[in-house]
C-alpha cells in the first residue's frame, strides 16, 4: 500500500483537490470490489499557520501530491508563491523529495515544485496560460507546455486545472497498476488526452508582449496567402532572430507553429460557423492543400473537420 500525502492550501483549488481525493478513492473502491486490497492510504496535510503534523514521517515509498492553486492571473499567481503557507509548502516539497519521496504537482500547483528546486534539469508541464511566467522565473526547467502530463518519474506534473484527473490516473498506473488507472478512466467516463494544444488561445498568449500581439494581428489580417516568417517578423517591428527568441519566451512556440496555430484557429471558427466545405475553409487560411489542414489538426490533437461540423 502506497502513502500519498496530499497538500491543503488555503489557496489551493477545491476542484483540483476533489479530484485527487475521488480518484484515489475510486481506485481503492475498485481494487477492494476486485478482492485486492485498497492499493492507497490517503493523508491529507492542512498546509496553515503552523507546520504540518506528522510531515517529518515521510518514507522513500511514499507520494506527495500538489494541487493546483486557485489563481487567475500572474499577479494572483506571484502574490500567493509569496504567503506564509505557500513558502511552508514549498518546504515541505523540498523536505519529501530529499527524503526520497515522489511527487506530483498540476496547474499553479507546479510552481511550488520549481519554488523548492525538485524540477531543476527535468522535463515539466504546467498550465498553459502561466507558461511564459513559469519560464521566466525557472529557465532550469525544460517546459513541455503543450503536454497534458509529464511523467518524469520520481516526479509528475500535469497542465491546467482539470489535469489533475489526468495526473491521477499517470499516479495510479505508477503506484498501482495500468489496468487499475484504465479501470478508473472507464469508471468516470474520462477521455484519452495528451496534449493541451487544442486549449491553448494565441491570442491570450500574443497579448500579454505588444509587439508580438501586433505580428497576431497583422496575421490573422493576411491570412488568406502564404506569408513568410520575414515578413511576420516585420509586422512585429523585429529582425527574424530576435522574433522567434521573444515568441519562444512569450507562447513557446516557433515562428512556424504561431503563424499554424493562427491558421488552424480560424480553420476551426469557419467550419463550425459556415457551411464552407474543408478545401475552401483550407484556401480561406492560407493553405492550397486542404490535406495540410488536415494533417495539422492530427498533429495538434484537435477535433477533426467532422467533429467540429456537428458542434456547429
Given amino acids: 500500500m502506497a502513502r500519498v500525502w496530499v497538500l491543503k492550501l488555503p489557496d489551493g483549488m477545491a476542484s483540483s483537490l476533489a479530484i485527487t ?8 473502491q475498485i481494487s477492494v470490489r476486485g478482492g485486492r486490497r485498497a492499493p492507497f492510504e490517503v493523508r491529507p496535510v492542512r498546509v496553515g499557520q503552523r507546520a504540518p503534523a506528522g510531515h517529518a514521517d515521510f ?22 508563491l509569496a504567503t506564509p503557507a505557500v513558502r511552508r509548502a514549498t518546504r515541505i516539497v523540498a523536505d519529501a523529495r530529499a527524503a526520497g519521496v515522489s ?3 498540476s496547474c499553479a500547483g507546479t510552481f511550488i515544485l520549481a519554488q523548492a528546486g525538485v524540477l531543476s534539469g527535468r522535463q515539466a508541464t504546467t498550465t498553459w496560460w502561466l507558461a511564459p511566467a513559469f519560464r521566466r522565473l525557472h529557465p532550469d526547467v525544460d517546459l513541455i507546455v ?16 482539470m ?40 491570442g491570450f498568449l500574443a497579448g500579454r508582449d505588444e509587439q508580438i500581439a501586433r505580428a497576431e494581428v497583422w496575421a490573422r489580417n493576411n491570412i488568406g496567402r502564404d506569408f513568410s516568417m520575414d515578413e511576420l517578423a516585420a509586422a512585429a517591428g523585429l529582425s527574424p532572430r530576435t522574433f522567434a527568441r521573444r515568441l519562444a519566451s512569450v507562447c513557446g512556440l516557433s515562428p512556424i507553429k504561431f ?3 493562427i491558421r488552424i484557429e480560424a480553420a476551426e471558427r469557419l467550419l463550425e460557423t459556415t457551411r464552407l466545405s474543408v478545401d475552401e475553409v483550407a484556401r480561406q487560411v492560407g493553405y492550397a492543400e486542404p ?10 490533437a484537435r477535433p477533426s ?7 456547429g
Fill in 21 to 28: 481525493l475521488d480518484a484515489l478513492e475510486t481506485a481503492n
Fill in 59 to 80: 518514507a522513500r515509498r511514499d507520494l506527495l501530491i500538489v494541487p493546483g492553486l486557485g489563481i487567475r492571473s500572474e499577479a494572483e499567481l506571484v502574490a500567493s
Fill in 103 to 105: 511527487i506530483a504537482g
Fill in 146 to 161: 503543450d503536454r497534458i502530463v509529464v511523467a518524469d518519474w520520481p516526479i509528475a506534473t500535469a497542465g491546467a486545472a
Fill in 163 to 202: 489535469a489533475q484527473m489526468d495526473l491521477m490516473l499517470a499516479v495510479i498506473a505508477k503506484f498501482a497498476s495500468p489496468g487499475l488507472s484504465d479501470a478508473c478512466a472507464r469508471y468516470l467516463l474520462l477521455d484519452q488526452r495528451k496534449s493541451q494544444a487544442p486549449y491553448m488561445a494565441v
Fill in 259 to 261: 503563424a499554424q496555430r
Fill in 291 to 300: 490535406s495540410t489542414l488536415r494533417r495539422l489538426i492530427r498533429r495538434e
Fill in 305 to 311: 473537420p467532422a467533429e467540429l461540423r456537428r458542434r
